[in-house]
């Protein structure tokens, strides 16, 4: 199954089970690395260890959470998208909230752009953290709105296409 079912007038991205299977793995090897550095002694040991202890732990949090949770990374029908995949997880956009669907090059693939006409209104309705990082986002790639290659079943491209055919003309 590739993560994406296409219904008519619906479309519903998953992201892949390994992705979120290998984030895991990678969490623990760092968390691996940042106690053992934290116990090995000297300052800059231990400094660089709990660094590595919390980025790491958060990563598997995250990692855990998206193996457990099923929730779609993106949800398109005729009325808009729930967005649920990008950093800021904007929930439900319809698509007069929404402007250009691009596609950004990327290491790994394409990044999918959804544009949105009010970043700062989508911004406002999720956490301040992740309100912080969709600024940050906006202004480097013009839309607090991305789901990067690394969760995308499919290339960005493909999805970008299935979005403008669900998108209505008067959007």
Known sequence: MSGVVREP??????????????ALATAVVGLAAGVWLALGGGTASTVVGLVLVVFFGIGAVRAVLRLVRSRPLLVATAEGIDDGGSIVAAGFLPWSELGSIDVLPARGGGMLVIGVRDPEAVLARTTPARAKVGRAQAGRLGSPVVLPPTVLPVPA???????????????
Do not use: I, N, Y
């Not at 479309?11 to 089970?17: H, Q, S």
């Open 157 to 171: 491209e493909e999805l970008a296409a299935d979005l403008q055919a669900l998108r209505p003309d008067d959007a």
């Open 9 to 22: 007038g619906r479309l519903e991205v998953r992201a892949p089970r390994t992705a979120p299977a290998v």
